[in-house]
């Protein structure tokens, strides 16, 4: 939502300014220097990256037009399904687990947090760190290596979306130069035309640069920037998520594991230590 507001900021402020000024906004309509800047843009950024990446990068725009999904509330819902899966193992061993952790679209205990449950990313990271551990396959001060590598793995491929972005924000004004030259070739071929000719002709040309610099820095090298922020906010939760796991499967008690993950949140998403009390004793009820 703040992505949609800020773009209507930057429209308001250049079109209202341009309109004080005694301009006329119609005259910013040269459909030509659109289709050269715009249409330029996009075939580089096609050829930047595979098709995985463009899949990737319209994901998470789509994610910044509606906001970050990891706030309070989510955060709320991980401790919560955490707390209830760890005194589980707690009381009746890691063995009790297992049929939450093989199939935990049916389990009693995560689908009743929707907030965690329904991000497919967090309980593939929790199952895939739980079950090993509960086979026997890696031992408990392994979880956390085999978890970061797996999130190191997920950073990467969120970043790639992001660097293509940011390498098209940059080529912008270069694309708008490109449709100002190509606006002025168009001007010396009518150079002994009439005066108003000749300046409708310049005007269109930098109209071309003008477009090139308002898209790079007022709509996508702020999406870009939004983008890193939102992949931070997710990449922050799975490693809270990490603690979380890492410090239970190493012998501490469940409030203690999920109070070493409370304290590396942000502070607007990070529980005081009586709310975190407070939100456990309800999810143990």
């Not at 061993?93 to 929707?114: F, N, R």
Request: glycine residues 12%.
């Amino acid at each position: 939502m703040l992505v949609i507001i800020g773009s209507i900021i930057v429209m308001v402020s250049v079109l209202g300014g341009f309109a004080m000024a005694g301009g006329n906004a119609l005259i910013l309509l040269q459909w030509s220097e659109f289709v050269v800047i715009l249409g330029s843009a996009f075939g580089a950024m096609v050829t930047m990256a595979p098709m995985k990446v463009h899949k990737d990068l319209i994901a998470q725009i789509l994610g910044c037009l509606k906001g970050s999904r990891y706030n309070k509330t989510a955060y709320e819902d991980m401790f919560k399904a955490l707390y209830e899966m760890f005194m589980l193992g707690r009381r009746n061993g890691m063995v009790a687990l297992e049929p939450h952790i093989g199939e935990p679209s049916t389990s009693s205990i995560l689908t009743k947090y929707a907030g965690f449950s329904g991000d497919h990313h967090a309980i593939e990271l929790l199952t895939g760190a739980l079950r090993p551990l509960i086979d026997g396959k890696v031992k408990p001060d392994q979880i956390g290596m085999l978890m970061e590598t797996e999130i190191n793995a997920m950073e990467q491929e969120h970043h790639k979306p992001v660097e293509v972005l940011s390498k098209t924000s940059d080529a912008m004004p270069g694309f708008g130069i490109v449709a100002a030259v190509l606006g002025i070739i168009i001007t010396m071929g009518a150079i002994n035309g009439p005066v108003s000719e000749i300046g409708h002709h310049v005007a269109s040309a930098l109209v071309g640069t003008f477009l090139g610099i308002l898209v790079s820095y007022g709509f996508l090298s702020p999406l870009t920037a939004a983008m890193h922020f939102n992949g931070s906010a997710e990449i922050g939760y799975y490693r809270t998520l990490t603690k979380a796991v890492s410090g239970f499967a190493t012998g501490m008690a469940p409030m203690m594991a999920l109070e070493v993950a409370r304290r590396g949140l942000p502070g607007d998403v990070k529980p005081t230590a009586e709310e975190l009390e407070t939100m456990l004793k309800t999810a143990s009820k």
